[in-house]
């Protein structure tokens, strides 16, 4: 396959934002909107854009504050570079500067000031810049756009660090003065390095690709909801594993731990997984990843975002059941929950199930409800979101492994996976964990299924191997059950879900078979009548044909005709002699 060359690779970075009707910035620190986007900024507001400009924090650590007065110094900066720009002052939020904690309430926050500007572009910082309060920030505003879906999209700027792949780069050549008027408007900044020239300096940067009559260019990573929704990688590359040198790992405080247990394969799709545990809002939790894979698995850094990873297992294969009963010894966390290497979790996954366990001590056991994609993570119709029945889990299982957060005390209870089995373990454990009381049903679908030809959880199973590893559980269980316990189970096996299901399944195939049949039927019923039309032409023109014989019959018996013979032998002698000697 040829290299791309230069012309192909910027063939896929655009140079003008798709019409906007509202615009919402959000900056980190006063000044961080001027730096990172002004000029594309005042090109928008001049077009009619509306744009609303949240300054997050209050930006008391941007320098010398001895005298208290650093704060609203760089308020006022930030007032003055907005009127330069044609741009109404900003709304400052004023959090402590170094303080933002990427989490629901600062999601919830945004999501709010989104919907309240009915903004359709949402300026965010770079995940790529080193400041936590940027990471944070670009982490819960991506969260917040991908929550609310639709057509918003986020425009991803730069401020101190360059973002590693925009794809769209700005032109900004006309605002470019402007610009560099707006960045004089902060001399406490400018006291500390000459933010001005090195800001122009990357705009000036930016400008390369787009031509010798560009002279200033802003860069931007534009990402739809729909793109969120699919996860982003530059959200979850290097700055992630260096947020916890910058002030930006949480504590866990009064929120318990909870643990994830990764029985790894070393899966193309195990780094998804672990990126979908660096992105949760959740603040305390710890990654147990269990090598079942042996020796030639491939190195998992010691930290997923801010959560560690403690990987564990020697050089050789482990069964399934018991590299998660090896993960579950090693857990320290207070909720555990279990994640195969194939498939993931969004954001809010573990913060809500943990909030709902706690708001009802009485369950040990925490579920949701969870969507399915295709190996291209096209989502699919299929999902599982079935309310708890203990009777109707015996009969067959409808929660997929990472739907599932339980407490640790049900491991002191003597639940653990079989180790005996090598199909459906995550089921039987369910049924161990539902002898101690029912499952919290929570509502939403927070986890993601990826169905493909070797998922498990019995989709797309071998019924060779299936049936017996069923009947392997029916017989550890049915032993266990009641009269009363049975004859609902052989009610719950008539209206099994998950059964009626796969007959509503067959049953849209067979309705599509018989509506092709009779698509068929249809087919030769017109066949059929355009060969009777044929056969009807044939048959008249047989009879034209006879026609034209009896006609011809009756002409050689007529009277004229044999009266006339002598002269139509004469015509021909003539002709003859004409032909001979003409």
Known sequence: MAIANEQELFSTITTAFPPVRKALVIAPHPDDEVFGCGGTLSLLRGSGCMVTIIIVTNGALGGDSADGKLIEIRADESRAAAKLLGLDAPVFWGLPDRGVSYGEVLIDRLIKIILETDADLVFLPSPSDWHPDHQ?????????????GGLRQAAFYEVTDPLPSPNLIHDISA????KHQAMRCFPSQLQEQPYDSRISGINNFRALHLGAQV?????????????????????????????????????????PLVSVIIRSMDRPTLIEALDSLALQTYSNIEVVLVNAKGSDHQKIDQWRGRFPVLMMGAGERIPRSRAANMGLDAAHGEYLMLLDDDDWIEADHIQKLVAAIRQHPEFKVAYTGVKCVDERKNLLANKFDTPFDAVQLVAGNFIPIHAVLFTRGLLE???????????????????????HGDFLKVDGLSAVYRITQQTGFGVNTDPVVAEPAALVLYKKWLARLGGRQITSLMQAVRHNPIKDSQISGLNQAVAERDARISGL??????????????????????????????????????????LTRPLRFLERLLGGWLRNNG
């Open 413 to 435: 209870l003597g639940c653990r996976l079989d180790e005996s089995l090598d199909l459906y373990e995550d089921w039987d454990f369910w049924i161990q964990l539902s002898r």
């Open 175 to 178: 605002a470019e003065a402007l």
């Open 215 to 255: 002279k200033s260019a802003e860069a931007f990573s534009l990402l739809s909801a729909a793109d969120l929704d699919q996860g982003l990688p530059i959200l979850l590359d290097g700055p992630l594993a260096t947020r916890r040198n910058f002030g930006f790992a949480a504590t866990g405080g009064d929120m």
């Open 521 to 562: 039927h249809q087919v030769m019923a017109e066949r059929d009548a355009q060969i009777a039309g044929l056969r009807q032409a044939v048959a008249e023109r047989d009879a034209q044909i006879a026609g034209y014989g009896e006609t011809i019959q009756k002409t050689y018996r007529s009277r004229s005709w044999r």
């Open 136 to 148: 944070a920030i670009a982490f819960a505003g991506a969260e917040a756009i991908r929550r609310l």
